[in-house]
C-alpha cells in the first residue's frame, strides 16, 4: 500500500500540481496557470501581460527557488515510501507520516505566503490602480478580482499528492486496528480511488435547455423555442448556449472555435433532444422561422425530415454549407 503512495508521488513530479483559473469576459475559453514541480505551465505570458498593468510582479521560474528544490523533495519521500514498504517497520512508517504531513503544511503556508506578496506588494506606478485593491488569488476555491473570477484547485498531481498521504494515513491506521477495522478501511481506499477515477475520466456531454431561463451567449436572448436551441463544448469542457444556429456560427467564427469545438443541436422533429451534428440531417427554409432568421432545422430521422422539407417547401443542406454561408 505504501509503495502506492510512493508510485503516485513520483508521477506527481511530472503533471502540474496546481493550478489557477482565470475567467472574464474578455477570455471566453478563460486562462489558466499551471503550477508544476519545477516550472510554471498555462498561459503564462498572457497572465504576465495582465499582471503588468496592475502592478503585479511577472511569474518567472528562476524567481522561485522552490522549482529547484521541489522535485528533489518529492523524489525522497517517494523513495521514503518504497523504503518503508520494502522494510515494514512501524516506526518508519509513523515518521514518514509525520514528515510528510508536515511537509503538507509547510508548503501550503508557502504557497499562500507567495500569493500575499504577489497580490500586495505592487508597483505604484502601474497603468491602472484601484486604491485599497489588492490581487491576492484564492489559497483554494473562487475569488473575485476586478472583472475576473479566480478559481484556484489542485490540479491531477495535487490529487495525487493527497491521495499519497491518505494511503500514508491509511497504513498507520492499519497498524493499530484489528481485522474489521481493516476491512471497513479497505473499502474506504476503495471508494477513494473510484471517485478519483470518475473525475479523472469523467467527460462534459450537453446540458439541458432551460427554456425561458437560460439566455443565448451571443445576442442575449432568452431560448424560448426549443425547436432551434443549440449548445457547442469547447475542448476545455465550456458549455455556450444559442436560441439559433445562426448564433452559434457566428460565435465559433468571432472566438475561432470552429475547429475545436463540438456542435449540438435539437432534433426538430423528434424529442427536441440536444445531438451531435454527425448524427444529423438538416434543411433549410424561410418558413421555418427560426428566432434569429437562420432558418436551418435538424433532424435525427431522415423521414421526418423529408415530411417536414416537403411541408415547409424548405431544402436540404449540408453542414459544410451551412458553415461556409
Known sequence: MVALAGLLLA???FVPIWRIDLDAPQYPEGLNLLIFSDHLGGNVDIINGLNHYIGMKTLHKEDFIEFTILPYIIGFFSL????????GKRKLLNILFSIFLLFGILAMYDFWRWEYDYGHNLDPNAAIIVPGMAYQPPLIGFKQLLNFGAFSIPAIGGWLFIASGLIILIAVL???????????????????????????????????????????????????DIRFATELITKKGRIYKFDDLKCMLNYSKEYSLLNEAKFYVSDFGGKNNLLPIESLYFIQGSKLNSPMAGNVAAFYNKEMKDATKAKLEANDIKWVDILTK
Do not use: G
Open 174 to 224: 492499519l497498524e493499530y486496528k484489528n481485522k474489521l477495522i481493516m476491512n471497513k478501511l479497505n473499502i474506504i481506499i476503495l471508494l477513494i480511488t473510484s471517485s478519483f477515477l470518475m473525475v479523472s475520466c469523467s467527460t462534459t456531454n450537453p446540458e439541458p435547455i432551460q427554456l425561458n431561463k437560460d439566455n443565448c451567449a451571443h445576442c442575449k436572448m432568452t431560448i424560448a
Open 80 to 87: 521514503f515510501c518504497f523504503f518503508v514498504a520494502l522494510l
Open 11 to 13: 508521477i506527481s513530479i
